[in-house]
Every structure is written in C-alpha cells, then in structure tokens.
C-alpha cells in the first residue's frame, strides 16, 4: 500500500471535522507517524499532507490562514461538477470583467491550471506570447509555452509553509546537480482528430529546451483513436499528455481568469471539485536544460527571461519565492536605485 493510500486511510481517524481546531503539521505527524508501514522520512509525509490538502478529493484539508489540517467534508465525486456549476453561477464578477480576454474559456483554464499548481506547492508563470519581441512572420511561431512551472527538488513543507532545504541545496551543488525541475506546458481547451497533432508538435517546439514537456487539455479525452495516437506520441517524443476532464459548460460558468487568480485556496479548491485528471502518456524527464536554446528564448521573451532570474533569486537567498513576489520584491529595490 502506498503512502498516500495509508494516510487516506489513517486520516479521517486522526483530523478534527472543525477547522477551528485544526491540527499543525508536527502533530499530525506525531499521530500519523507509528500507525505507517514502511521507512518514510518526515519530508516526504509532509509534503504528502500539502499535496493531498490541495487535491478536493481527498480527507484532508488545510485552513485559509494560518497553518493548520482538518477534515475535508465529504463530497460524492459524481456531483462534484454540479456542485461547481452550482457554486460559481452565483460568482459575483466586477462589471469591466464581463468580457474580454479575461472570459475566454482558454484564458479561464490557464488561470485554473496555475492556482491548482499553486496550491500544489508548486510554482507556475504566465508566459504571454503577445508581449515577445517582433521577429518576421514565422520565425517565433511554436517557440514559447502557455505556462512554465517550477518545481524545486530541494524543497520541504514545515509548519510555517514551503521552504527551500538548505542543507539538501548544498548537496545538490556540490554534486553538480540542478535543484530545480522545469516544465514547459501547452495548454487546449479540447483537442480533435483534424488538430490533434497541430497542437502536439506545438508543444513539441517549444518545450526542447525544459526538463519536461507537457500538453494538457481542459476537456476530457473520450475518442479511442485520438487517445490511442496522442499515447503513442508521446511514448516517442517523451511528451506527458493530460487531461482535466473539465466539459465547456463547466469552463463557461467559472468566473473570469482574473477572478479566479484572485481567488483564496478554499475557493480553488471548490472549483477544482470539477477536475478529473487523466494521463494518456508520461513522457520522461531530461537530464538537463538545453542552454543554448534557453539564451535564444530569453532574448526574445521577457517574461522566460524574467523566469531565470527569479530562479536565482531564489538560490541566492534560499527562499522559494512564488514568482508574483519575486517581481514585487525586484520593483520595490528598484524603486530604491
């Protein structure tokens, strides 16, 4: 049995059901500890409990201020889209987001995949194609993601959030290992027979240069065939396939992308009671960053650019600053050049 299927088992036992008496993470794991079978480091049953937190179908949630699990209320996955349907009809959206950008069912989703990133511990940036140099007609076609995610190798949950572990990032340098993982995404709303692969060598060119490549669609993945060439393609270029199961009624009834970015990790969580992640392939990580095409990248998007500079921001002060506060940080020092 695995880690996470013991806890889902041990946890209903050992949460309170009120959020007001929730339990911090060292107590938890004191009770969770001697009721495991098997060897697992105080690490890895942490970061269990802040992933499971974050996913809406599991029993243990996190308080929205403070630090602090309690049980999660048991919602019937089978109503778990009427529920969202339910709950965000009733969003109350500013006047000036009633339309736009903001309500694109694209833009909807993109903010959706990064706050369900975030409140995964990990650490996603918008890459905005529109503000990329101009180059001739054809020459950055298919060269940037829709989203980078960063996920650090060196990092541990404690009680007071994610933190970068010092002495694990020692380790990694003086072995010349990269303590990071980057992850290149391309996102769809849906993907069909006659576009499938338009949007997968999409996502094949502008993803050589990270560590892993994901293509990830909104809509749940239902035809055989369709399946069937998007497993075999990505077995052959190591291309992670995914989709959220999320239908176009649902995407239309959320509130607008830039509500959702606003939204507390409670309210995530109600909207991604929708999500049903389902994996057609798993591509394999590479070794290494490709710095050459990196260089190239940077020189023509600010936004990758500005994406290795948080990074080191990050090493030199041992700190995994989401990235939002890395560029209020950056503004505020150089308000005082």
């Given at each position: 049995m695995t880690l996470r299927d013991q806890l889902s088992e041990l946890l209903p036992g050992l949460l309170p059901e009120n959020p007001d008496s929730a339990v911090n993470g060292t107590s938890l794991l004191e009770a969770v500890r001697p009721r495991l079978q098997g060897e697992y480091t105080e690490a890895t049953i942490r970061q269990h409990f802040s992933v499971m937190a974050g996913d809406p179908t599991s029993p243990i949630a996190r308080v929205s201020q403070g630090h602090g699990y309690y049980l999660r209320a048991a919602t019937p996955v089978v109503e778990a889209q009427d529920a969202v349907l339910t709950e965000v009809g009733v969003v109350e959206q500013p006047a000036e987001q009633d339309g736009g950008r903001s309500s694109q069912r694209e833009e909807k989703f993109r903010a959706l995949f990064i706050r369900y990133c975030e409140i995964g511990n990990r650490f996603p940036v918008h890459i905005e194609h529109t503000t990329a140099a101009r180059q001739p007609a054809g020459v950055n076609k298919w060269k940037f993601p829709d989203v980078v995610v960063l996920d650090w190798d060196v990092g541990r949950?404690?009680?007071?959030?994610?933190?970068?572990?010092?002495?694990?990032?020692?380790?990694?340098?003086?072995?010349?290992?990269?303590?990071?993982?980057?992850?290149?995404?391309?996102?769809?709303?849906?993907?069909?027979?006659?576009?499938?692969?338009?949007?997968?060598?999409?996502?094949?060119?502008?993803?050589?240069?990270?560590?892993?490549?994901?293509?990830?669609?909104?809509?749940?993945?239902?035809?055989?065939t369709l399946v069937r060439e998007l497993r075999r393609l990505g077995t052959s270029f190591d291309i992670s396939v995914l989709s959220y199961g999320l239908s176009n009624e649902v995407l239309d009834q959320l509130p607008n992308a830039e509500v959702i970015l606003r939204s507390n990790d409670q309210e995530i969580e109600r909207l991604a009671a929708a999500i049903s992640i389902s994996r057609v392939s798993s591509g394999r990580a590479r070794e290494a960053l490709?710095?050459?095409?990196?260089?190239?990248?940077?020189?023509?998007?600010?936004?990758?650019?500005?994406?290795?500079?948080?990074?080191?921001?990050?090493?030199?002060?041992?700190?995994?600053?989401?990235?939002?506060?890395?560029?209020?940080?950056?503004?505020?020092?150089?308000?005082?050049?």
């Open positions: 949950i404690s009680d007071a959030g994610y933190q970068i572990d010092r002495g694990l990032l020692e380790v990694k340098r003086s072995l010349g290992d990269q303590p990071f993982r980057l992850t290149s995404v391309e996102l769809k709303v849906g993907l069909s027979l006659s576009s499938f692969r338009e949007s997968f060598f999409q996502c094949v060119s502008n993803s050589k240069w990270a560590h892993h490549a994901y293509l990830v669609t909104a809509n749940a993945l239902q035809d055989e490709d710095w050459e095409h990196i260089e190239d990248v940077r020189t023509q998007s600010g936004d990758i650019n500005d994406v290795f500079v948080w990074i080191s921001r990050c090493l030199i002060d041992g700190r995994p600053y989401a990235f939002d506060d890395f560029k209020q940080i950056a503004q505020l020092e150089a308000g005082y050049r």
